[in-house]
């Protein structure tokens, strides 16, 4: 998009609002081409910033000194003013808009706004990123100085934790009232140990 350079001097709002009451009064014409273009203008310009920004740009030629005073010559000539209504610019505003909705366009804005909008935010980006990429790399390399041998001994520590583990499930222990620290490995045991035990008087008793 191509903008016309606008010199704002001192008889600047004079000559626009002397062009803007003759459109309002010529009749025949569907368009009004310069109450189009300040309103267009108005609208990019919301506040001192905008003009400085349009000043820098080659947009605005400032004849005033200052970018308030440009501010202020463009928002009151955009004041109560009355569109054609085949506006000029209906298709830039249309396309702003939907450039203005994409959601990776709102992202990049975000983007600059938060954390690119000064470079002290934009030197502790880098560097949070510069920290996250060396740990991860000390990281690799810790785990890439190990042996094998190393690994192998890794390896069978936790095999005999796992060992340990299991073989502590099979275990049951036994309540009797009086000691309970023993353990027997299965039910089979715990029947053997319900058994009487035969003695020789047990075996004579038996046969009388």
């Known amino acids: ?6 010199e704002i001097s001192d008889s600047t709002e004079s000559l626009f609002r002397n062009m803007i009451a003759y459109e309002y009064y010529l009749t025949g014409s569907p368009q009004r081409y310069v109450t189009d273009y300040v309103f267009f203008m108005h609208c990019l310009v919301h506040s001192p910033e905008d003009a400085k920004l349009l000043c820098r740009s080659g947009i605005i030629s400032n ?33 702003v ?3 203005c909705g994409r959601t990776r ?3 990049m804005a975000t ?7 000064s470079p002290w935010a934009l030197i502790s980006l880098l560097a ?9 790399i000390q990281t690799t390399f810790a785990i890439l100085s190990y042996s094998k041998s190393d690994l192998d001994l890794i390896i069978q520590f936790f095999k005999s934790i796992n060992f340990l583990a299991g073989s ?5 222990p036994i309540h009797d009232g009086k000691r309970s620290d023993i353990l027997i490995d299965s039910p089979r045991s715990i029947n053997s140990l319900r058994r ?3 003695t020789s008087s047990n075996v004579s008793r038996q046969s009388m």
């Open 1 to 6: 998009m191509i903008i016309p350079v606008w």
């Open 63 to 95: 004849f005033l000194g200052a970018d308030e005073m440009v501010y202020r010559v463009i928002n009151q000539l955009g004041k109560n003013i009355i569109i054609s209504d085949k506006f000029s610019y209906s298709n830039i505003f249309h396309n």
């Open 97 to 99: 808009n939907i450039h």
């Open 105 to 107: 366009n709102i992202w």
């Open 111 to 117: 983007l600059r706004r938060d954390y690119f909008s």
């Open 128 to 136: 949070a990123i510069t920290l996250l990429v060396l740990t991860i």
């Open 168 to 172: 502590q499930k099979n275990q049951v």
């Open 196 to 198: 009487p035990i035969l």
